[in-house]
Nanobody, 132 residues
Framework: QVLLQESGPGLVKPSQTLSLACTVSGGSITSIAYYWSWIRQSPGKGRKWMGAIDYQGNNFYSPSLRSRTSISRDTSKNQFSLELSSVTPEDTAVYYC????????????????????????YGQGTQVTVSS
């Protein structure tokens, strides 16, 4: 069973960059066919897939967040990271990292589709508040 743990600041000021890391244990982020995603849930809304990095280091992003999102990895630490730039209070959410074998291509369409069962493992989530 792959375990994931998010880390990063819980408070970010508007216009700054939100940075989170996800540490993976029980498996390697270079394991064939694995995709490593970031997902968020804003207050009163459903979960939204933000983007992913695959086992080869290729990136995939939600069209609505592509211009502000960057996902990278550090294979020496078995971690992958999220950067979301130019944040506003609307980016306040619980942020989750997640693992899946393969990636449902519907997530690349920009629709509101989300199915929790598409992901094999989740981190516990970390609250990030954007406020001055």
């Amino acid at each position: 069973q792959v375990l994931l743990q998010e880390s990063g600041p819980g408070l970010v000021k508007p216009s700054q960059t939100l940075s989170l890391a996800c540490t993976v244990s029980g498996g390697s982020i270079t394991s064939i066919a694995y995709y490593w995603s970031w997902i968020r849930q804003s207050p009163g809304k459903g979960r939204k897939w933000m983007g992913a990095i695959d086992y080869q280091g290729n990136n995939f992003y939600s069209p609505s967040l592509r211009s502000r999102t960057s996902i990278s990895r550090d294979t020496s630490k078995n971690q992958f990271s999220l950067e979301l730039s130019s944040v506003t209070p609307e980016d306040t959410a619980v942020y989750y990292c997640a693992a899946s074998v393969g990636l449902v291509t519907t997530y690349l369409s920009g629709s509101d589709y989300f199915n929790g069962g598409d992901f094999a493992s989740y981190g516990q989530g970390t609250q990030v508040t954007v406020s001055s």
